[in-house]
């Protein structure tokens, strides 16, 4: 199934300004994106997901920059495009779904008017089709009675509903690439399972890739094809997904699992994994997770452990990875 990469993140550096600090919130991520593929991008909070994904496609906050890298995304580096150019290709050619709806949606406009608007501002169709065609998408995300909720107000909805109505504003131009943000965080666990199933549906029907970002190792394994493992900036781990769920190398990537495995195959008991992810304000010389990190020496301590692939497509950033995969924690 794993085709053309449509989307190619190389070596990206990304930074902030806070106060005299410098915040390294990205430190030479490099990755794929294959048509058609699902991929998870996953790691505790601030640990650099969003502003990965979102500085790729020219979403980046005043006080950021970015240091280096490209976002070759079919062939066109994105990094180099103007703001107009972005504008034009997310929305169209990139869809996001944003973690909060109810900051993304406008409050004062009617659903209806805002799902037409992601078509028109792209010149997607006229203005007829877009109103046939928002019918059709908000059936298709299973908002009952779509010509009368076309009337209505975000408010009107439930959490859930508003995220469907997200995933249809993503969905208007029929993107080749979803990026889907903590898309089911704000809901519980049901509705939540709702949510990835439509967008399970919507990908297959579609055949686009879509990239799910979470902190949820479980969202990432229950729906994707591959799982990105990112810890202070930096790529921990990547692997398909019946990989890490049969043999995860890297100690950050077992904590992950144990923090949400109740009866872990391992046998091992559920907990958490100790400490929190770090600020970055220095560049990463060591291993970052060394603080945490029940196997660290003083190598790790004094040496950045490369990326490197320890089998087909399993590529993993530790030191003690074969001591990992041999189960010694
Ligand atoms: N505008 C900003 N100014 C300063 N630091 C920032 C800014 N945006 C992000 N950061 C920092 O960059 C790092 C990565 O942030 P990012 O938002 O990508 O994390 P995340 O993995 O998406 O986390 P979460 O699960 O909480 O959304 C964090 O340390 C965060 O504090
Ligand atoms: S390099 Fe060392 S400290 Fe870092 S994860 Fe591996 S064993 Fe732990
Ligand atoms: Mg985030």
């Not at 989307?7 to 902030?16: G, K, M, N, P, R």
């Not at 799910?212 to 493992?229: E, L």
Request: proline share 5%; charged share 25%; aromatic share 6%.
């Amino acid at each position: 199934m794993v085709s053309q990469p449509l989307l190619s993140i190389e070596d990206l550096h990304v930074e902030f300004d806070r106060g005299e600090d410098t915040v390294y919130a990205v430190n030479g991520v490099s990755f794929s994106i294959a048509e058609g593929e699902t991929l998870g991008i996953v790691g505790e909070s601030g640990s650099g997901k969003s502003v990965t994904l979102m500085s790729a496609i020219g979403l980046i906050r005043e006080n950021g920059r970015i240091r280096s890298g490209r976002a070759v995304f079919q062939g066109t580096d994105l990094l180099k495009l103007s703001e107009r150019q972005l504008e034009d290709v997310r929305g169209r050619e990139i869809g996001v779904v944003f973690q909060d709806p109810m900051t993304s949606l406008n409050p004062v406009m009617r659903i209806g008017d805002q799902i037409m608007e992601a078509m028109l501002a792209h010149h997607f169709c006229s203005h007829r089709e877009a109103f046939e065609r928002t019918l059709q998408l908000l059936h298709e995300m299973g908002i009952p009675e779509p010509k009368a909720r076309f009337r209505n107000y975000p408010h009107e909805f439930s959490g859930g509903m508003r995220q469907r109505i997200m995933i249809a504003i993503a969905l208007a131009c029929e993107p080749q690439l979803l990026i889907a943000d903590e898309p089911t965080t704000a809901l519980d666990v049901t509705v939540q399972m709702q949510i990835l199933a439509l967008l399970q549906e919507q990908r297959r029907k579609r055949n686009m890739a879509v990239a799910i970002i979470t902190h949820d190792f479980g969202v990432a394994t229950n729906f994707c094809d591959r799982i990105i493992v990112l810890y202070a900036g930096q790529i921990m781990e990547v692997a398909d997904t019946g990989t890490f769920i049969r043999e995860s190398a890297h100690p950050y990537t077992v904590g992950l699992k144990h923090s949400i495995i109740e009866i872990g195959h391992r046998s091992k008991p559920l907990k958490p994994i100790p400490g929190m992810a770090p600020t970055v304000t220095e560049m990463p010389r060591s291993c970052s997770f060394a603080p945490r990190c029940p196997l660290a020496t003083d190598r790790c301590r004094n040496e950045l452990p490369q990326l490197r692939e320890i089998g087909p497509g399993h590529w993993v950033a530790c030191h003690r990875a074969e001591e990992v995969l041999a189960d010694v924690i």
